[in-house]
């Protein structure tokens, strides 16, 4: 089992930036590959970023590219996320997800994570 734990979401202003963390117990990720999702009150949870497990591979929604930069640590067992450039619609709880994903997945579907955190929030004002 793989315990997820985001942190770092808080108020920022638009145009400011921020960066969340994922930390990871229980187990190695460095064979998995991680996720970024968002959820906004009312909306579907959406994706974000991904990078692969050893974190030469990077994927990214088209709302966030040039934006937003995924890393990982995998010697401490954690992600990050960089958000500049933050704009009001970036507003939402940020989710930490792992799966076994490889060359051939679905990166951007919830789907095919196995693990999650409970979630960080970022809110953006104007």
């Known amino acids: 089992q793989v315990q997820l734990v985001e942190s770092g979401g808080r108020l920022v202003q638009a145009g400011g930036s921020l960066r969340v963390s994922c930390e990871a117990s229980g187990r190695t990720i460095s064979s998995y590959g991680m996720g970024w999702f968002r959820q906004a009150p009312g909306t579907e949870r959406e994706f974000v970023a991904a990078?692969?497990?050893?974190?030469?591979?990077?994927y990214y929604a088209d709302s966030v590219k040039g934006r937003f930069t995924i890393s990982r640590e995998n010697a401490k067992n954690t992600v990050y996320l960089q958000m500049n450039s933050l704009k009001p619609e970036d507003t939402a709880v940020y989710y930490c997800?792992?799966?076994?994903?490889?060359?051939?997945?679905?990166?951007?579907?919830?789907?095919?994570?196995?693990?999650w955190g409970q979630g960080t929030p970022v809110t953006v004002s104007s």
């Open positions: 990078i692969s497990s050893s974190g030469s591979t990077t």
């Open positions: 997800a792992a799966g076994d994903l490889g060359f051939g997945s679905n990166w951007y579907t919830p789907l095919v994570y196995e693990y």
